[in-house]
Nanobody, 122 residues
Framework: VQLQASGGGLVQAGGSLRVSCLASGRTFSSYVMGWFRQAPEKEREFVAAISRRGANTYYADSVKGRFTISRDNAKNTVYLQMNSLKAEDTAVYYC????????????????WGQGTQVTVSS
């Protein structure tokens, strides 16, 4: 599966942004989908994940209550709605697909998108 993230940009602190990830292929619903982010000079970190049918979602503590992950299997797309953004949310956001069970470990994911930059100004 090929993944293409989009929707990043520049937003003021406290604002909102939604990033999307479009997947190619007919087996999108077979994959657990995740969002990760990587800030300059930092390791890539888990943000959120969603089960195949969207019934279960998982979040990093740092974004819980502010970010919402969702998916539309008919459109082969996973979304990350980001509210109450903070300067520390600034990073390149990557979507990823995993054929197994959900994980917060990036080495468990099989496919990665190219990333989209999110910059939050304080």
């Amino acid at each position: 599966v090929q993944l293409q993230a989009s929707g990043g940009g520049l937003v003021q602190a406290g604002g909102s942004l939604r990033v999307s990830c479009l997947a190619s292929g007919r087996t999108f619903s077979s994959y657990v989908m995740g969002w990760f982010r990587q800030a300059p000079e930092k390791e890539r970190e888990f943000v959120a994940a969603i089960s195949r049918r969207g019934a279960n979602t998982y979040y990093a503590d740092s974004v819980k209550g502010r970010f919402t992950i969702s998916r539309d299997n008919a459109k082969n797309t996973v979304y990350l709605q980001m509210n109450s953004l903070k300067a520390e949310d600034t990073a390149v956001y990557y979507c990823a697909a995993e054929y197994g069970t959900w994980s917060s470990r990036n080495d468990k994911y099989d496919y990665w998108g190219q990333g989209t930059q999110v910059t939050v100004s304080s």
